[in-house]
């Protein structure tokens, strides 16, 4: 298979570049630093503003651990679902419609059609929760595009897909011909999918979407072996299994992913700034944060070789993207 030079991208979109080339863990590993389109200079005030309000709240929390998210002096929480929108945007955590409004905070509604409001538009562009979410399909677009190299056919294969927009996102750089599988446990999300997929002037029958449960015993590996995937990813996947069932996971991306294959995932890093905020503030629930040994510790688990795996640290600090190839 060519693949293509891995240096800088620059889109209209988003860009990546590399600033050190690493090795942790014993994993290739590259730093690199994505920009999204609100990183530009008419937005450096929103953003260093949300930055400092948002620390101010993390700093609060971890001088108080004692404070739960349902805790009545957690005053933390009540300032963030301050704003109406940001309330009416916490029903679909931790699902694809959460993530949708914040991939593109140019939405001016959420799903359910309320508006959103000025302080939750801030917060979804600027919060490092929303920069790590953009980072983490920003790194996977690049290498995605470095790894399919000069393939003119593409087959795609999207876990826990939600409305499939960082997949449209990345896909669309990667001038292959390309058919996209979506699997998810949200039906609703995966309609909304398809008719986002338009947008993209993605062909109906270029696109296949299931509603499946991937932590039965079995559905993964037949779904890998009905799609035959050059690329699979898990944007946000892997981080809400335990320890146990991520290394069934691992074992079975490894013994279905194709030659020539690869497989991205996140986890959530366990040293990302502003956690507590994270956690008992806005009370996303369901992640497990990882260090890199600890998801390196996985792999090894399922005997994933390391000439096999490659890492990509955005310097936002908030995921770690890990890489498996076929």
């Given at each position: 298979m060519v ?9 209209p ?6 600033v050190?080339n ?8 590259y730093?690199v630093?994505?920009k999204?389109r ?9 953003r260093r ?10 700093r609060?929390l971890?001088?108080?651990?004692h404070?739960t998210?349902d ?10 679902y301050?704003p109406p929108a ?7 955590m931790?699902?694809?419609?959460a993530?949708?409004s ?5 939405h001016k ?8 409001d ?6 979804f ?7 790590g979410?953009?980072?983490r399909?920003?790194?996977m677009a690049?290498?995605a ?5 000069e393939k ?16 449209f ?11 996209y599988y979506?699997?998810d ?6 309609r ?8 993209y ?9 299931s ?17 035959r ?9 892997f981080?809400y299994?335990?320890d146990?069932?991520?290394?069934e996971?691992?074992i ?7 030659s ?18 994270h956690?008992?503030g806005?009370?996303w629930?369901?992640?497990i944060p990882?260090s890199v ?7 090894t ?6 000439k096999?795996?490659?890492l ?15």
């Amino acid at each position: 298979m060519v693949k293509r030079p891995i240096n800088d991208i620059t889109t209209p979109f988003f860009s990546v570049s590399i600033v050190k080339n690493d090795e942790i863990q014993g994993i290739d590993t590259y730093r690199v630093e994505a920009k999204d389109r609100f990183h530009a200079w008419p937005h450096h005030i929103s953003r260093r503003a949300v930055s400092m309000f948002t620390r101010t709240l993390d700093r609060y929390l971890r001088k108080r651990p004692h404070l739960t998210l349902d805790h009545p002096k957690n005053h933390v929480r009540r300032i963030v679902y301050f704003p109406p929108a940001f309330r009416a945007w916490t029903a679909y955590m931790p699902g694809g419609f959460a993530t949708y409004s914040v991939h593109n905070p140019d939405h001016k509604r959420l799903y359910s059609g309320k508006k959103i409001d000025i302080i939750t538009k801030n917060l979804f562009r600027h919060s490092i929760d929303a920069i790590g979410l953009r980072s983490r399909a920003y790194a996977m677009a690049w290498y995605a595009h470095y790894y399919t190299g000069e393939k003119k056919d593409i087959t795609w294969l999207s876990i826990a897909a939600g409305t499939g927009q960082p997949v449209f996102d990345a896909a669309r750089i990667i001038p292959a011909n390309k058919r996209y599988y979506l699997c998810d446990m949200d039906g609703e999300a995966l309609r909304f999918a398809r008719q986002l997929s338009k947008t993209y002037d993605i062909d109906d029958e270029d696109i296949f979407t299931s509603k499946l449960d991937l932590t039965r015993e079995g559905v993964l590996e037949r779904l890998m072996a009905d799609t035959r995937p050059d690329v699979v990813d898990a944007m946000g996947f892997f981080e809400y299994l335990d320890d146990e069932r991520a290394v069934e996971v691992l074992i079975a991306i490894r013994k279905s992913l194709k030659s020539g294959g690869v497989f991205i995932f996140t986890n959530m890093l366990d040293t990302r700034k502003q956690l507590d905020v994270h956690k008992r503030g806005m009370g996303w629930p369901g992640v497990i944060p990882r260090s890199v040994k600890q998801v390196s510790h996985l792999m090894t688990k399922a005997k994933i070789q390391k000439k096999s795996q490659k890492l990509i640290l955005p310097e936002d600090g908030v995921y770690g993207v890990y890489i498996i190839e076929g």
